[in-house]
T-cell receptor, first 111, second 111 residues
Framework: QQQVKQSPQSLIVQKGGISIINCAYE??????FPWYQQFPGKGPALLIA?????SEKKEGRFTISFNKSAKQFSLHIMDSQPGDSATYFC??????????FGQGTRLTINP | EAQVTQNPRYLITVTGKKLTVTCSQN?????MSWYRQDPGLGLRQIYY???????DKGDVPEGYKVSRKEKRNFPLILESPSPNQTSLYFC??????????FGSGTRLTVV
């Protein structure tokens, strides 16, 4: 079964700290690994994505680390801010068609 | 403005009464998809479409129908809704390798 397992379910981080969310996948055919950010009442929005030919991708305060051999990838949010409080979803798939999502992590950044 | 538009945003209906949730995108994307979001389960794919007249089942297609007669539109049809289809539904569109752009969601309650 094509599953993506995400942890933790919820996370509380102090302002300025590092938020880390982890995901693991099963299907080695997956070649696209995006992270989405969702605010209450809104649809998920693409935050950052990586392909398996690189081990890390950084965009501003957001970094994806990718471990192909372990079939794991993670999102790191540096210098976390209260505005980062949202639900984060990892996903895996083959491009834009059959994208499988993790269960989501509710992140709260305390001021 | 580039966007995915879903209607309605909120819908309360009774068991067995056929309904359609519309979805339209103005980005000329080939790929479109429907997801449902339930607490603790993340986003689960219902159906997706790779182009006009080309659709395929996602992970939870039972009880749903879709059609893709035009590139911009991808309606979701519930021919006989049941209470277990009460959920938050998202339509999304994208291009190969580019991830999905999501609509704002339709909250459906079936009583």
């Amino acid at each position: 079964q094509q599953q993506v397992k995400q942890s933790p379910q919820s996370l509380i981080v102090q302002k300025g700290g590092i938020s880390i969310i982890n995901c693991a996948y099963e299907n080695t055919a997956f070649d696209y690994f995006p992270w989405y950010q969702q605010f209450p009442g809104k649809g998920p929005a693409l935050l950052i994505a990586i392909r398996p030919d690189v081990s890390e991708k950084k965009e501003g305060r957001f970094t994806i680390s990718f471990n192909k051999s372990a079939k794991q990838f993670s999102l790191h949010i540096m210098d976390s801010q209260p505005g980062d409080s949202a639900t984060y979803f990892c996903a895996a798939g083959g491009g834009a068609q059959k994208l499988v999502f993790g269960q989501g992590t509710r992140l709260t950044i305390n001021p | 403005e580039a966007q995915v538009t879903q209607n309605p945003r909120y819908l309360i209906t009774v068991t067995g009464k056929k309904l359609t949730v519309t979805c339209s995108q103005n980005m000329n994307h080939e790929y479109m998809s429907w997801y449902r979001q339930d607490p603790g389960l993340g986003l689960r794919q219902i159906y997706y479409s790779m182009n006009v007249e080309v659709t395929d089942k996602g992970d939870v297609p039972e009880g749903y129908k879709v059609s893709r007669k035009e590139k911009r539109n991808f309606p979701l049809i519930l021919e006989s809704p049941s209470p277990n289809q009460t959920s938050l539904y998202f339509c999304a569109s994208g291009i190969l390798g580019g991830g999905y752009t999501f609509g704002s969601g339709t909250r459906l309650t079936v009583v």
